[in-house]
T-cell receptor, first 114, second 118 residues
């Protein structure tokens, strides 16, 4: 049973480009969470999704950021018109139930904006 | 809103010795979960130990144990017989218990970088 898979591991984008980060949850998990980790900081919650639904997006920036978790395929975190401040590690976690006590994390995608 | 504070940016310990990492949190809820995660240089977030707030007994996982003081809102991690492989960033995290929107998210502290001296 593969763990949470994130790709790419590293992503370099020029300012103004779009970044698409993918997350395949563990088998049987239908709840996905995205977190952002700025250098030397803890993880900050961005968004919580179930299949085809956004449950809590209270941590998402109001502009340029969007997330989806379609019925088929991975969850996608999309950042439009990236800026240097978007450079960070983005982590995805998944759980079997929304109330599960443990969410399993992927290895993250490190986004560098040049 | 819940907050988690780790007041020790860095800690170091001699191999085989014991070290304690501090964590305090703020919440108005009575039921919740607390976690310690380890993040080695690989960046993988690894769950070390978990504590349910309604349980009075402190959680233990092999060389890792916690001192959970609910009234003081304190949740420290003790690592006994430290090993070189314990070197990592350690994050304390809070999660609500009640099934309401937003309760499922983890709130993390700023982290403590632990160095093990051989």
């Amino acid at each position: 049973n593969a763990g949470v898979m994130q790709n790419p591991r590293h992503l370099v984008r020029r300012r103004g480009q779009e970044a698409r980060l993918r997350c395949s949850p563990m088998k049987g998990h239908s709840h996905v969470y995205w977190y952002r980790q700025l250098p030397e900081e803890g993880l900050k919650f961005m968004v919580y999704l179930q299949k085809e639904n956004i449950i809590d997006e209270s941590g998402m920036p109001k502009e340029r950021f969007s997330a989806e978790f379609p019925k088929e395929g991975p969850s996608i975190l999309r950042i439009q018109q990236v800026v240097r401040g978007d450079s960070a590690a983005y982590f995805c976690a998944s759980s079997e139930l929304g109330t599960a006590t443990e969410a399993f994390f992927g290895q993250g995608t490190r986004l560098t904006v040049v | 809103a819940q907050t988690v504070t780790q007041s020790q940016p860095e800690m170091s310990v001699q191999e085989a010795e014991t070290v304690t990492l501090s964590c305090t949190y703020d919440t108005s809820e009575s039921d919740y979960y607390l976690f310690w995660y380890k993040q080695p240089p690989s960046r993988q977030m690894i769950l070390v130990i978990r504590q349910e707030a309604y349980k009075q007994q402190n959680a233990t996982e092999n060389r890792f144990s916690v001192n959970f003081q609910k009234a003081a809102k304190s949740f420290s991690l003790k690592i006994s017989d430290s090993q070189l492989g314990d070197a990592a960033m350690y994050f304390c995290a809070y999660r609500g218990y009640i099934e309401i929107q937003g309760a499922q998210k983890l709130v993390f502290g700023q982290g403590t970088r632990l160095t093990i001296n051989p």
